[in-house]
């Protein structure tokens, strides 16, 4: 059974820290998705990525297939970027989600 | 765009209540889902359906029923509504075609539902 573990579960930052939220599941995948949450609730795809880095904006992700690991770093970190990281693994059809890293950047 | 649309955005019921919870896209997504949302939990996936006339269950299906309509609404329906049922519901949809390779999904805005 692919299980999805997330760390931390809670960050408090200072604006323009550097931010990593980790990622780790337990079986082969087509994918790792990164999600965003607002605290008004909804959620919005961040990145899809199956190798490698992407990077958009001050959002970068990385992904270790070997080591079944997944990254979400944030560089010059801002009040707005305060939202729960979801990320979550699976194939094209079904996905298992991590239960969220709740972020809080502080001016 | 209105993307994905869910209705209504809060509910309270009693229990043994019934509701119908609707969900429409207007991205032309053949994949549909239904997930719900707890505390310290990660999303659940309750039922999904890959294309029009397709459903199947998900990770936690007991108390609930789905209909596909027609390729733009998936609806989720509560027949018996249980306190163990209050949750955020969220409906998301992707495209899946061959040749695009993997799509993120779009989600809703979800349903905060209660049940006394």
């Known amino acids: 059974k692919n299980e999805v573990e997330q760390s931390p579960q809670n960050l408090t930052a200072q604006e323009g820290e550097f931010i990593t939220i980790n990622c780790s599941y337990s079986v082969g995948i087509s994918a790792l998705h990164w999600l965003q949450q607002h605290p008004g609730g909804g959620i919005v795809s961040l990145f899809m990525l199956s190798s490698g880095k992407k990077k958009h904006g001050r959002l970068i992700a990385t992904i270790n297939i070997q080591e079944k690991h997944s990254s979400l770093h944030i560089t010059a970190s801002h009040p707005r970027d305060s939202a729960v990281y979801i990320c979550?693994?699976?194939?094209?059809?079904?996905?298992?989600f991590g239960a969220g890293t709740r972020l809080a950047v502080h001016p | 765009n209105a993307g994905v649309t869910q209705t209504p955005k809060f509910q309270v019921l009693k229990t043994g209540q019934s509701m119908t919870l609707q969900c429409a896209q207007d991205?032309?997504?053949?994949?549909m889902y239904w997930y719900r949302q707890d505390p310290g939990m990660g999303l659940r996936l309750i039922y999904y359906s890959a294309s029009e006339g397709t459903t199947d269950k998900g990770e936690v299906p007991n108390g609930y029923n789905v209909s596909r309509l027609n390729k733009r609404e998936f609806s989720l329906r509560l027949e018996s509504a249980a306190p163990s049922q209050t949750s955020v519901y969220f409906c998301?949809?992707?495209?899946?075609?061959?040749?695009?390779?993997?799509?993120?999904?779009?989600f809703g805005d979800g349903t905060r539902l209660s049940i006394l």
């Open positions: 979550a693994s699976g194939g094209y059809n079904k996905l298992i």
């Open positions: 998301a949809s992707k495209i899946l075609r061959g040749g695009l390779g993997n799509q993120p999904q779009h």
């Open positions: 991205m032309n997504h053949n994949s």
